[in-house]
């Protein structure tokens, strides 16, 4: 999967944003959205949010867990566990790259997240590559991965599972009964 | 809208299957679940073309709406927006399938050939007729350019052997939807002997597809 289409995904969390002009409820196809009025919080999907503060119409509101404080909490969380610590969001990576590279001036203290972030992001990224070589190393069938948002597993997911398939037809070539079907193809 | 929609309905089919009382929301969700089990598993699924032609309709029917909206209307703009999402999801989803089905052929008509009566069809009317084509073009193309040059004894060709089967023993990521118990894994190597995993809901699993293959048609998995 494209890491794009990860963010596609992202973008239909909410957030909640101030607009600056008045309209009323909108009927769209996966859900009713407002009524916005200048100045009263509304949820919307991250994708309407972008455009309208693309065309300077709302200022967007971090989500809650977009705090320095509670990063820097889970940043520690994480590297004291082993496994994987409970992520700030299902899509956090994303959503702090879609918010900071559009809507920085809406988040206080925009490059110490980006930072935080980034930390919690690598030390998630080690531990993955870790467990994916004690996965490979003890020829496990089964891996339970609970934690993990879309975009870790897309990032390992194309060199995993085609290392894991290559292994797979080897191992089975020893093995004499497709060994004789192999024989077949010839 | 979409309220009224949703309302028609319930009204009708208030005892009937759970797919007629479904909302434009919960379709859109049903057509990304659909998009997302079809893009990672290494087989072709069954084709959902009820949720595909209820997506075409709640587009073309937005669209006709809009037509009647004037130029410059905010909202207007937001509604685009939004079926221009939908529509990215609508086209990823039929394109996978048709690379699918591309890749695996003769293989997927041979299991068209030995469905029996009753079972659901893996491909739409449409997508069985693109298959049937590009059967009848590759051997048509093999023949033109090489096997009508060989010896009469070699010039049939078996697409079934010479085009790869899906291979369903590939890992796949996948996240629980409904809690199943007992699923039996298969060991790596020979030294290592059969075990049993349960899935509790909502957590997040690598396997072979093979093992849960059909809780991915039963939706009570996700691939992921």
Same mark, same amino acid.
């Given at each position: 999967?494209?890491?794009?289409?990860?963010?596609?995904?992202?973008?239909?969390?909410?957030?909640?944003?101030?607009?600056?002009?008045?309209?009323?409820?909108?009927?769209?196809?996966?859900?009713?959205?407002?009524?916005? *009025?200048?100045?009263?919080?509304?949820?919307?999907?991250?994708?309407?949010?972008?455009?309208?503060?693309?065309?300077?119409?709302?200022?967007?509101?971090?989500?809650?867990?977009?705090?320095?404080?509670?990063?820097?909490?889970?940043?520690?969380?994480?590297?004291?566990?082993?496994?994987?610590?409970?992520?700030?969001?299902?899509?956090?990576?994303?959503?702090?790259?879609?918010?900071?590279?559009?809507?920085?001036?809406?988040?206080?203290?925009?490059?110490?997240?980006?930072?935080?972030?980034?930390?919690?992001?690598?030390?998630?990224?080690?531990?993955?590559?870790?467990?994916?070589?004690?996965?490979?190393?003890?020829?496990?069938?089964?891996?339970?991965?609970?934690?993990?948002?879309?975009?870790?597993?897309?990032?390992?997911?194309?060199?995993?599972? /085609?290392?894991? *398939?290559?292994?797979?037809?080897?191992?089975?070539?020893?093995?004499?009964?497709?060994?004789?079907?192999?024989?077949?193809?010839? | 809208?979409? /309220?009224?929609?949703?309302?028609?309905?319930?009204?009708?089919?208030?005892?009937?299957?759970?797919?007629?009382?479904?909302?434009?929301?919960?379709?859109?969700?049903?057509?990304? %679940?659909?998009?997302? *089990?079809?893009?990672?598993?290494?087989?072709?699924? %069954?084709?959902?073309?009820?949720?595909?032609?209820?997506?075409?309709?709640?587009?073309?029917?937005?669209?006709?709406?809009?037509?009647?909206?004037?130029?410059?209307?905010?909202?207007?703009? @937001?509604?685009?927006?939004?079926?221009?999402?939908?529509?990215?999801?609508?086209?990823?989803?039929?394109?996978?399938?048709?690379?699918?089905?591309?890749?695996?052929?003769?293989?997927?008509?041979?299991?068209?050939?030995?469905?029996?009566?009753?079972?659901?069809?893996?491909?739409?009317?449409?997508?069985?007729?693109?298959?049937?084509?590009?059967?009848?073009?590759?051997?048509?193309?093999?023949?033109?350019?090489?096997?009508?040059?060989?010896?009469?004894?070699?010039?049939?060709?078996?697409?079934?052997?010479?085009?790869?089967?899906?291979?369903?023993?590939? @890992?796949? @990521?996948?996240?629980?939807?409904?809690?199943?118990?007992?699923?039996?894994?298969?060991?790596?190597?020979?030294?290592?002997?059969? @075990?049993?995993?349960?899935?509790?809901?909502?957590?997040?699993?690598?396997?072979?597809?093979?093992?849960?293959?059909?809780?991915?048609?039963?939706?009570?998995?996700?691939?992921?």
């Amino acid at each position: 999967m494209d890491p794009s289409e990860v963010e596609f995904l992202a973008e239909k969390e909410f957030v909640k944003i101030i607009p600056n002009f008045s309209l009323d409820k909108i009927y769209l196809i996966g859900g009713d959205l407002g009524p916005f *009025n200048p100045g009263l919080p509304v949820d919307v999907p991250v994708w309407l949010a972008l455009n309208l503060k693309q065309r300077q119409k709302c200022r967007i509101l971090p989500p809650e867990w977009m705090d320095v404080e509670k990063l820097e909490a889970m940043r520690e969380l994480e590297r004291r566990e082993e496994a994987f610590a409970p992520a700030p969001s299902p899509y956090y990576m994303e959503l702090t790259k879609l918010l900071l590279n559009h809507a920085s001036d809406n988040i206080p203290k925009a490059d110490e997240i980006r930072t935080l972030v980034k930390d919690i992001w690598d030390t998630r990224i080690a531990k993955l590559r870790l467990s994916a070589d004690s996965f490979i190393r003890q020829q496990e069938a089964h891996a339970q991965l609970d934690n993990l948002t879309l975009m870790e597993i897309n990032t390992i997911r194309q060199f995993l599972l /085609d290392s894991l *398939n290559c292994m797979y037809k080897l191992r089975s070539n020893r093995q004499p009964a497709s060994a004789k079907s192999r024989l077949a193809d010839y | 809208m979409s /309220d009224a929609l949703s309302e028609d309905g319930s009204d009708i089919n208030q005892d009937d299957s759970q797919e007629e009382v479904m909302t434009p929301a919960e379709l859109i969700a049903k057509l990304e %679940e659909a998009w997302l *089990n079809e893009k990672f598993s290494p087989e072709l699924l %069954e084709n959902r073309s009820e949720v595909v032609e209820c997506v075409m309709e709640q587009l073309t029917h937005m669209e006709a709406n809009l037509q009647r909206v004037k130029k410059g209307d905010a909202k207007a703009g @937001f509604h685009r927006m939004e079926i221009d999402r939908i529509r990215f999801v609508l086209s990823s989803y039929l394109r996978s399938r048709l690379q699918k089905i591309e890749k695996f052929f003769p293989h997927v008509l041979e299991r068209e050939k030995s469905r029996g009566e009753g079972q659901p069809s893996l491909l739409s009317p449409e997508e069985f007729a693109f298959a049937k084509e590009y059967y009848a073009n590759t051997e048509t193309y093999l023949r033109a350019v090489a096997l009508k040059r060989m010896p009469p004894n070699l010039q049939a060709v078996d697409m079934l052997k010479a085009v790869p089967e899906p291979c369903l023993d590939s @890992f796949v @990521f996948l996240r629980v939807k409904e809690q199943q118990e007992n699923i039996l894994i298969e060991p790596e190597t020979d030294e290592q002997r059969d @075990f049993v995993v349960d899935l509790e809901e909502g957590s997040q699993h690598l396997m072979r597809y093979r093992t849960i293959a059909p809780l991915v048609s039963s939706g009570a998995v996700q691939l992921i």
